[in-house]
């Protein structure tokens, strides 16, 4: 046996150049970037066109430029006062400052993340989607559901895993590809999961997330135990066959999932709407009896409060709503091409105008809810501030613990990369008959 296993020992870098070698898809091939000189792929410096480009295409919106996207600005400031603002301002202030932390953890623990795959000090490779620019949908939602409510993730998913309660330590670890990493080292950012805390883990399937949650929120229906399970999902996903499938099975048996759509008018290179017929994705669903929110997604005032009564009404056994938070994504689709280090943004994409970026990076959700809670005098510069210093020092004590932790066992990657281990690696490596898959 230790024989046979010795023998098929291969580590995760040897299993990715094999895959590559073998003419694996690009889903696969770009979590095999480096960021080294022989391959610059997407992180750092200048955009490579690996992914497509589209500025037209068969939706509706023929006419679409790279710059419409201004068109959907929000305002500068959140409202202070109206339905939503209420609905927040009714929190204890304990979860406003925990939603602020939130949303500070996220955005300093990619940003310096980005750092470190553009700066190259840390040897960072793989696939890695930013969601900076995007923390109010995720806490928003995060901040109307209980700890034991599911989520369903996406490829650009670390935001919802972070507002989830996600460990930053054991993310950065596996971001490292170390052993103490969510996946000991053998997932990369975009198989991170933590059942214990309902994150039913960030994918690499566009649109896996609709089935994910109704799996979920079956058992919770079949078991009576009022939980919610939420699917993020994108624009992009939004034109899975599987979505409208799914959200249509789920009104039919009212099952308690909350679809929340990230509207961030990008679909990797190819602008949101060459692909969609309509202005908004919430448009798509509404033959269906459901409730459909269409909200500023840089505001967590809204965010929540569609997300509150998404919840209300799940729990009261009516089935799913459907949210969509108008967004924006600060970088670009994956790895850091026009990003630059200790600056925010990245410009210079194709896909997009510069002054399209300038524009929703002044719209940024952390900022408007800073401005938000001073002026509601909810909380004090001071206090903030305080804040915005324990995430800075939590993400760089994750980098450190990340730093000191140890490289996986090459043979671990039998027992990481099997569902049922070793033994029935072996039994896979030693069959004789063909295999048919
Ligand atoms: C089933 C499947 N098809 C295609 C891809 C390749 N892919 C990765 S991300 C992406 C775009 C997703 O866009 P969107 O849903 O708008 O999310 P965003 O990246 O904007 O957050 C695509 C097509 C994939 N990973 N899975």
Same mark, same amino acid.
């Given at each position: 046996?230790?024989?046979?296993?010795?023998?098929?020992?291969?580590?995760?870098?040897?299993?990715?150049?094999?895959?590559?070698?073998?003419?694996?898809?690009?889903?696969?091939?770009?979590?095999?970037?480096?960021?080294?000189?022989?391959?610059?792929?997407?992180?750092?410096?200048?955009?490579?066109?690996?992914?497509?480009?589209?500025?037209?295409?068969?939706?509706?919106?023929?006419?679409?430029?790279?710059?419409?996207?201004?068109?959907?600005?929000?305002?500068?400031?959140?409202?202070?006062?109206?339905?939503?603002?209420?609905?927040?301002?009714?929190?204890?202030?304990?979860?406003?400052?925990?939603?602020?932390?939130?949303?500070?953890?996220?955005?300093?623990?990619?940003?310096?993340?980005?750092?470190?795959?553009?700066?190259?000090?840390?040897?960072?490779?793989?696939?890695?989607?930013?969601?900076?620019?995007?923390?109010?949908?995720?806490?928003?939602?995060?901040?109307?559901?209980?700890?034991?409510?599911?989520?369903?993730?996406?490829?650009?998913?670390?935001?919802?895993?972070?507002?989830?309660?996600?460990?930053?330590?054991?993310?950065?670890?596996?971001?490292?590809?170390?052993?103490?990493?969510?996946?000991?080292?053998?997932?990369?950012?975009?198989?991170?999961?933590?059942?214990?805390?309902?994150?039913?883990?960030?994918?690499?399937?566009?649109?896996?997330?609709?089935?994910?949650?109704?799996?979920?929120?079956?058992?919770?229906?079949?078991?009576?135990?009022?939980?919610?399970?939420?699917?993020?999902?994108?624009?992009?996903?939004?034109?899975?066959?599987?979505?409208?499938?799914?959200?249509?099975?789920?009104?039919?048996?009212?099952?308690?999932?909350?679809?929340?759509?990230?509207?961030?008018?990008?679909?990797?290179?190819?602008?949101?709407?060459?692909?969609?017929?309509?202005?908004?994705?919430?448009?798509?669903?509404?033959?269906?009896?459901?409730?459909?929110? $269409?909200?500023?997604?840089?505001?967590? %005032?809204?965010?929540? !409060?569609?997300?509150?009564? *998404? @919840? =209300?009404? #799940?729990?009261?056994?009516?089935?799913?709503?459907?949210?969509?938070?108008?967004?924006?994504?600060?970088?670009?689709?994956?790895?850091?091409?026009?990003?630059?280090?200790?600056?925010?943004?990245?410009?210079?994409?194709?896909?997009?105008?510069?002054?399209?970026?300038?524009?929703?990076?002044?719209?940024?959700?952390?900022?408007?809810?800073?401005?938000?809670?001073?002026?509601?005098? $909810?909380?004090?510069?001071?206090?903030? %501030?305080?804040?915005? !210093?324990?995430?800075?020092? *939590? @993400? =760089?004590? #994750?980098?450190?613990?990340?730093?000191?932790?140890?490289?996986?066992?090459?043979?671990?990657?039998?027992?990481?990369?099997?569902?049922?281990?070793?033994?029935?690696?072996?039994?896979?490596?030693?069959?004789?008959?063909?295999?048919?898959?």
């Amino acid at each position: 046996m230790a024989t046979t296993l010795r023998k098929h020992l291969i580590d995760r870098r040897r299993l990715l150049e094999i895959m590559g070698s073998a003419g694996a898809t690009s889903v696969v091939l770009s979590s095999c970037n480096r960021a080294d000189a022989r391959s610059p792929g997407l992180t750092g410096g200048r955009w490579e066109k690996s992914i497509p480009l589209a500025t037209s295409g068969p939706g509706g919106n023929r006419d679409w430029q790279p710059g419409d996207a201004v068109k959907f600005l929000p305002p500068e400031k959140i409202p202070l006062s109206g339905k939503a603002a209420s609905a927040l301002a009714a929190l204890p202030r304990e979860k406003l400052l925990w939603i602020y932390d939130r949303m500070n953890s996220s955005r300093k623990w990619e940003t310096a993340m980005k750092d470190l795959f553009v700066s190259g000090k840390d040897g960072l490779y793989g696939a890695f989607h930013t969601y900076v620019g995007e923390e109010a949908v995720a806490c928003g939602v995060m901040a109307a559901l209980n700890s034991d409510d599911y989520i369903a993730s996406t490829h650009r998913g670390h935001g919802h895993l972070i507002a989830k309660g996600g460990d930053l330590n054991k993310m950065t670890a596996e971001i490292f590809f170390k052993e103490t990493g969510y996946n000991k080292g053998y997932g990369g950012s975009m198989h991170i999961t933590d059942m214990s805390k309902g994150i039913m883990g960030m994918n690499g399937i566009v649109g896996a997330s609709y089935y994910l949650a109704a799996g979920a929120a079956i058992r919770a229906q079949v078991r009576g135990t009022k939980q919610v399970a939420v699917a993020f999902f994108g624009d992009g996903a939004a034109n899975s066959p599987y979505y409208f499938s799914a959200i249509r099975s789920c009104t039919n048996y009212k099952i308690p999932v909350i679809f929340v759509n990230e509207n961030n008018f990008q679909y990797m290179g190819i602008p949101m709407a060459a692909v969609v017929p309509t202005k908004y994705i919430s448009e798509y669903t509404k033959g269906l009896d459901i409730p459909h929110h $269409l909200v500023d997604g840089n505001d967590i %005032s809204a965010v929540y !409060a569609a997300t509150q009564e *998404a @919840v =209300e009404w #799940a729990r009261a056994g009516k089935g799913p709503s459907m949210i969509e938070g108008i967004t924006y994504r600060w970088y670009d689709h994956s790895g850091f091409a026009g990003a630059r280090l200790g600056t925010d943004g990245a410009l210079g994409l194709p896909y997009r105008s510069d002054e399209e970026v300038r524009q929703w990076m002044s719209r940024d959700p952390i900022q408007r809810y800073k401005s938000w809670l001073l002026e509601k005098r $909810l909380a004090n510069e001071g206090e903030l %501030s305080k804040i915005e !210093a324990e995430a800075r020092g *939590a @993400v =760089e004590a #994750a980098i450190e613990f990340a730093r000191q932790s140890k490289d996986p066992e090459p043979s671990a990657g039998v027992h990481n990369t099997h569902a049922s281990g070793p033994v029935a690696a072996t039994q896979f490596y030693n069959r004789t008959e063909p295999h048919v898959s």
